[in-house]
């Protein structure tokens, strides 16, 4: 360009090196809460310092590809980013994803398309690389896809689980494999092609038969996939920016997928590979939930039984969210202290869609942080509780997490709410959670049903707390 | 640059992508997942190289989409990530 080579050459790799540098300290804030929204800043700078410098790179040389490009992606992710709801940010979060996997994809199959016709230009790592980003990147894209439309309830959230599952899509993986090698080895653009398209089937065949409740996970694996997609181009186009950036990206990704799953008691191996929630599942062997009523209540009774406690412990689920009821529980709450109840929030980790969600939602409506009680802290008060006032929350109040071996939810930790005196549940029917689970909570004694829309019921609560 | 200097900036940055998040609280999960999610968009730069010396139609085209892809990643994850971390800040 302007500068002569070897300098700018220098230039670009001095600016990457201080991209790296803010993309690491951007990840080091992102991690503890005080510094988080800075550190988000910080890498955004380090991505734009990446981005600036790579436009000096000598083998640039047309922007109008460029320009266009960025033009309409900075248009459509500004405003998804912008337009989306609280509620409706973990499949936001996937779709981000996905698109990020897919350009991997890509950036693969043109290079080999403009490698190939000279034979023997393509050196054999850069081969492996450009073969892995396709892969990788496209099995991210079409997941991506598949876990957005679980969430997004444009298919049903539950595992589609159909015979050989696994064996099937345990040889379409080898077959895939085989694709690669054919293509790397004949440098025939079909073999291609057919690795394309096989790993974008196989994505989709991978993400089906996990349940929606598991989708964080599995997005959040996604998401390291797509670093290291972007980190094996970063090996096809020799940058060091790219293998810096997606790699980090791939490791940190794999540990918080780790982490995650850990939240919820279940091995990566175990949500990858149980379908989990397919089947319904009963209640305690021998205690069958089937013959048992839930008992329900009005929103008169239930406003008297929690203006008259002394503690009241507010545990909001996903239906919560999906009503959008976080500021009108947020006005109730605020009644009942007026009337001086105790009010507390118990926030499960994986509450919500994805963990964290929850305290994203009561944030954004205000509620007082000291309010916001995490698993650990909550769970000794709860049978020192009045009422526990479970809003759209299922899978996370189930006891049989505790006490049947049978449950697929067993040995999940979860919010000991049978341990209140009274149990008022706000759900919309009796229908099980995300996890296709039956929960026996619904059929205990000291549990009262007040169905309806979440919203529509604290409503009513809180006209009828002020009659009381 | 050689196939071992690429190599060992990788093993590096996998040790230190495990390090720097190692002692995250679950609350940050969520937006740490969304932050490293707009991390990887730095397919951009891969994407705006190749969108820059494509010279077949079909290379134009697939650089074309690929630069689209790589930019709503960049863009909307750290704007997505932003407005989840907002909510904290007003908190403090």
Known sequence: MILPLALSQNVINVAYLVAA??????????????????????????????????????????????????AVGTIVGAFSARRVRMTAMPQMVALFNGV?????????????????????????????????????????????????????????????????????????????????????????GGWMIALLAGALL????????????????????????????????????????LII????????????????????????????FSAFGAEPVAGPAGAATDGQTAREIGAEDAAVMLAYAKRVVVVPGYGLAV???????????????RRGVDVKYAIHPVAGRMPGHMNVLLAEANVPYPQLYDM?????EFPRTDVALVIGANDVTNPAARTN???????????????????????????????????????????????????????KLIAAVKAA | MSLLTSVTIFVLAVFLGFELISRVPTLLHTPLMSGTNAIHGIVLVGAMLIAGSADSTLEQVLAFVAVVFATINVVGGFLVTDRMLEMFKRRE
Request: hydrophobic letters at 50%; glycine letters at 12%.
């Open chain 1, 376 to 380: 650990e802290d909550i769970n000794p």
């Open chain 1, 405 to 459: 071996p049978e449950s697929p939810l067993y040995g999940m930790p979860i919010l000991n709410v049978d341990e209140a005196a009274n149990v008022v549940v706000l759900k919309r029917s009796m229908s099980p959670g995300f996890a296709g689970v039956d929960n026996e909570l619904y059929y205990n004694a000291k549990t009262s049903m007040l169905f309806g829309d979440a919203r529509a019921s604290v409503e």
């Open chain 1, 100 to 188: 990020g996997g897919g350009a991997a994809a890509l950036i693969a199959a043109a290079e080999f398309h403009r490698r190939t016709p000279e034979p023997g230009h393509v050196v054999e790592d850069a081969m492996g690389a450009i073969l892995f980003s396709a892969l990788i990147g496209s099995i991210s894209f079409s997941g991506s896809l598949v876990a957005f439309a679980k969430l997004q309830e444009l298919m049903p959230g539950r595992p589609v689980v159909f015979p050989a599952q696994q064996v099937g899509n345990g040889a379409l993986f080898l077959g895939l494999l085989a694709f690669g090698g054919v293509a790397g080895a004949t440098e025939v």
């Open chain 1, 202 to 241: 196989f994505g989709i065949l991978f993400v089906l038969p996990i349940g929606g409740a598991d989708m964080p996970v599995i997005i959040s694996l996604l998401n390291a996939f797509t670093g290291l997609a972007a980190a094996s181009t970063g090996f096809v186009l020799d940058n060091t920016a």
């Open chain 1, 245 to 272: 950036g997606g790699t980090l990206v791939g490791a940190s990704g794999t540990l918080l997928t780790i982490l995650m799953g850990r939240a919820m008691n279940r091995s990566l191996a175990n949500v990858l």
């Open chain 1, 21 to 70: 540098a803010l993309l690491i300290l951007g990840i080091k804030r992102l991690s503890s809460p005080r510094t988080a929204r800075s550190g988000n800043v910080v890498a955004a700078v380090g991505m734009v310092i990446a981005l600036v410098f790579t436009l000096l790179d000598d083998d640039i040389d047309s922007y109008w590809l460029i320009a266009a490009g960025a």
């Open chain 1, 323 to 337: 009503a959008q009821a976080q500021h009108t529980v947020r006005e109730l709450a605020e009644l009942l202290e």
